[in-house]
């Protein structure tokens, strides 16, 4: 769990780094200017994390799968070589996913308007600039999109499926409780991942002028990276007890 969660910090770090410092700049100067390689630069690195970040917690749930309805052979399955292996496979998968869009952003014919009307180079505004024909790119991105978030979304649901049907035939409450508080954390930081990622990507918007449609981006590139510790640390034994050393 501890390797899972270090990963995650690690993909919050990455995405922190590359939307906040052109963020606060935007802010303070009331815009900036940027090259169309730094631009599709920045959506790389931002697709890597993103990618990741979805893989990583579909990983994360099946591991709470397996603490929760196969408690018995959990050291077994998810041992050390599991970890680790499961950890490369998703810096590997992000990256090749990432290097999809970079690819075919690189790819096409730009000739402007040069200006996004967004805090960072997303997918849509970058493809707004280009001459190109882009309905090509638009199919596949439908497919990365599954690929990287329809599925694991998918496969998350299917995992907190199961975990609610062991613990609801757990007798004691006690019990229940504590089934749900090992997965409490993590449920709770796929539902504002995902939430406001869906919202975004999923839901029509008016366009990339949407105020609503830029709250939303904040919410998964600087609210889901700062409330991620928050939310695991505050359910963490070993730092409850010792910020109580600390107030005594």
Same mark, same amino acid.
């Given at each position: 769990?501890?390797l899972?969660?270090?990963?995650l910090?690690?993909?919050?770090?990455?995405l922190?780094t590359d939307?906040?410092?052109?963020?606060?700049?935007?802010?303070?100067?009331d815009?900036?200017t940027?090259?169309?390689a730094?631009?599709?630069?920045q959506?790389?690195f931002?697709?890597?994390?993103?990618?990741?970040e979805?893989?990583?917690l579909?990983?994360m749930s099946?591991?709470?799968?397996l603490a #929760?309805c +196969?408690?018995?052979?959990?050291?077994?399955i998810?041992?050390?070589s @599991?970890?680790?292996? &499961?950890?490369i /496979?998703i810096w590997?998968?992000?990256?090749i996913m990432?290097?999809?869009d970079?690819i075919?952003l690189?790819?096409l014919?730009?000739?402007?308007?040069?200006?996004i009307y967004?805090?960072?180079?997303?997918?849509?505004?970058?493809?707004e600039?280009s001459?190109s024909d882009?309905?090509?790119i638009?199919?596949?991105?439908?497919?990365v999109?599954f690929?990287?978030?329809?599925?694991?979304?998918i496969l998350?649901v299917?995992?907190?499926?199961l975990?609610?049907?062991? #613990?609801? +035939?757990?007798?004691?409450?006690?019990g229940?409780?504590k089934?749900? @508080?090992?997965c409490? &954390?993590?449920? /709770?930081?796929v539902?504002i991942f995902?939430?406001t990622?869906?919202?975004?990507?999923?839901?029509?918007?008016k366009?990339?002028?949407?105020i609503l449609?830029?709250v939303l981006?904040l919410f998964?590139?600087?609210m889901?990276?700062?409330?991620n510790?928050i939310i695991?640390?505050?359910?963490?034994?070993?730092f409850?007890?010792?910020?109580?050393?600390?107030?005594s």
């Amino acid at each position: 769990m501890y390797l899972f969660i270090t990963q995650l910090s690690l993909f919050d770090i990455i995405l922190s780094t590359d939307i906040l410092p052109n963020l606060l700049y935007i802010i303070l100067h009331d815009g900036c200017t940027m090259s169309l390689a730094g631009c599709i630069i920045q959506f790389s690195f931002f697709a890597h994390a993103e990618a990741s970040e979805c893989f990583l917690l579909t990983v994360m749930s099946y591991d709470r799968y397996l603490a #929760i309805c +196969k408690p018995l052979h959990y050291n077994s399955i998810m041992n050390q070589s @599991t970890c680790i292996k &499961s950890v490369i /496979t998703i810096w590997l998968l992000g990256f090749i996913m990432a290097l999809v869009d970079f690819i075919s952003l690189c790819s096409l014919y730009y000739c402007g308007p040069n200006i996004i009307y967004h805090f960072f180079c997303d997918y849509e505004p970058i493809l707004e600039l280009s001459c190109s024909d882009t309905s090509w790119i638009h199919n596949q991105a439908y497919v990365v999109a599954f690929i990287c978030a329809v599925a694991p979304f998918i496969l998350i649901v299917i995992s907190y499926s199961l975990i609610v049907i062991s #613990i609801l +035939k757990i007798k004691s409450i006690t019990g229940r409780k504590k089934a749900f @508080t090992t997965c409490s &954390s993590h449920l /709770t930081v796929v539902c504002i991942f995902y939430g406001t990622l869906i919202a975004v990507y999923l839901i029509p918007t008016k366009g990339q002028l949407d105020i609503l449609n830029k709250v939303l981006s904040l919410f998964y590139t600087v609210m889901t990276p700062l409330l991620n510790p928050i939310i695991y640390t505050f359910r963490n034994k070993e730092f409850k007890k010792a910020s109580e050393k600390i107030k005594s």
